[in-house]
């Protein structure tokens, strides 16, 4: 038996609609069912046709109100229901998204799907608070991390710090805000500089966008003092440090 439905993977970008893409806002506007996450803004969602089921899997570190199989199995049954469905994503299906996940799970049932791209919140969040990932002057590399390993527990933890405090590439660490304490200090006991800059964006993009600024050495005291907390994506490297002379979208 042919199924006649079909999921859309689609990245939602890091929160401002300007940066949805036109084949995602058609999808949104056009599809029976919408699956998203907590970080899918509500204007976004909003685009959805009256009729169109919005079912909320929102997750977020230590929130997981549905386990990922299940949501895997409401795609699959949603599909198979013959809907057209958007499984709605913060930033890009395929960067620290479960889209491959998700994507392995459709093509095992005969579901048809198609993966389309969202501006990930290193990109997003970093040109809205003036920080080159990249620039020639201080780093030609960038490299993109979970922070939700966990440095206390070594056993547990496949990230080797040591190598990314030794690279010198710009590092961006997404959900590391539970984890900043222990990461800043892997990365120093690994070589990184106590005064390597650092900058902290909270809910990128938006006009709530805030960020912090530091070191490897202030920034937790840093993230405190000033109550940002997550959703944000932690920065580290030399670029960091021209969020001062660069940063357009808080400037009004």
Same mark, same amino acid.
């Given at each position: 038996?042919?199924?006649?439905?079909?999921?859309?993977?689609?990245?939602?970008?890091?929160?401002?609609?300007?940066?949805?893409? %036109?084949?995602?806002?058609?999808?949104? +506007?056009?599809?029976?069912?919408? !699956?998203?996450?907590?970080?899918?803004?509500?204007?976004? %969602?909003?685009?959805?046709?009256?009729?169109?089921?919005?079912?909320?899997?929102?997750?977020?570190?230590?929130?997981?109100?549905?386990?990922?199989?299940?949501?895997?199995?409401?795609?699959? +049954?949603?599909?198979?229901?013959?809907?057209?469905?958007?499984?709605?994503?913060?930033?890009?299906?395929?960067?620290?998204?479960?889209?491959?996940?998700?994507?392995?799970?459709?093509?095992?049932?005969?579901?048809?799907?198609?993966?389309?791209?969202?501006?990930?919140?290193?990109?997003?969040?970093?040109?809205?608070?003036?920080?080159?990932?990249?620039?020639?002057?201080?780093?030609?590399?960038?490299?993109?991390?979970?922070?939700?390993?966990?440095?206390?527990?070594?056993?547990?933890?496949?990230?080797?710090?040591?190598?990314?405090?030794?690279?010198?590439?710009?590092? !961006?660490?997404?959900?590391?805000?539970? +984890?900043?304490?222990?990461?800043?200090?892997?990365?120093? @006991?690994?070589? +990184?500089?106590?005064?390597?800059? !650092?900058?902290?964006?909270? %809910?990128?993009?938006? %006009?709530?966008?805030?960020?912090?600024?530091?070191?490897?050495?202030?920034?937790?005291?840093?993230?405190?003092?000033?109550?940002?907390?997550?959703?944000?994506?932690?920065?580290?490297?030399?670029?960091?440090?021209?969020?001062?002379?660069?940063?357009?979208?808080? @400037?009004?």
């Amino acid at each position: 038996m042919s199924i006649s439905g079909i999921v859309y993977l689609v990245g939602a970008g890091p929160g401002d609609p300007d940066l949805v893409t %036109r084949k995602a806002e058609r999808l949104i +506007r056009s599809c029976d069912a919408l !699956v998203y996450d907590y970080l899918a803004s509500e204007e976004i %969602r909003e685009w959805a046709k009256p009729g169109c089921a919005h079912i909320c899997v929102g997750k977020r570190a230590g929130y997981h109100s549905v386990p990922q199989p299940e949501i895997e199995q409401i795609l699959v +049954r949603l599909a198979v229901e013959g809907k057209s469905v958007v499984r709605l994503k913060g930033g890009d299906p395929f960067v620290f998204g479960r889209g491959g996940e998700e994507a392995a799970t459709l093509k095992k049932a005969g579901i048809r799907y198609e993966i389309v791209p969202g501006v990930t919140a290193a990109l997003g969040c970093a040109a809205y608070a003036g920080v080159p990932l990249t620039d020639r002057r201080w780093t030609r590399a960038v490299t993109f991390i979970s922070g939700h390993e966990r440095i206390d527990h070594p056993e547990d933890d496949r990230t080797d710090w040591s190598l990314h405090a030794r690279s010198g590439a710009t590092l !961006v660490l997404y959900m590391a805000m539970g +984890r900043l304490s222990e990461i800043s200090v892997a990365l120093i @006991q690994g070589g +990184r500089a106590a005064t390597e800059p !650092v900058i902290v964006i909270e %809910r990128g993009t938006t %006009r709530a966008q805030r960020c912090v600024t530091g070191t490897l050495a202030t920034i937790v005291e840093s993230v405190k003092a000033s109550g940002i907390g997550a959703p944000a994506v932690v920065i580290v490297g030399s670029v960091a440090g021209m969020h001062e002379e660069l940063a357009w979208f808080d @400037q009004g």
